[in-house]
């Protein structure tokens, strides 16, 4: 490595301390998103696009954050 270089490499080491070279690959990977699925609600009848771990196992009787806010207790 040159001295040049060296002196690169110490400087953006002090900006960043993760940074290890060229070859140190320090960015994490974006989170994926979670898959979604369009779902019925079963109160009003509008489709929703609903994280899947949201979906309950029963699709008949799934309720849109819209309705459930609106009528928290609907003897479900
Ligand atoms: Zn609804």
Redesign the pocket.
Known sequence: MGRKDRERFLRMKQQDPDYSGFRGITATPAKPAEATESVT??????K?NVPVSSIPVDRERF??????E?QPAAGI
């Open positions: 609600c079963s109160v009003c009848r509008r929703r309720v849109c954050l819209q309705c459930q609106r």
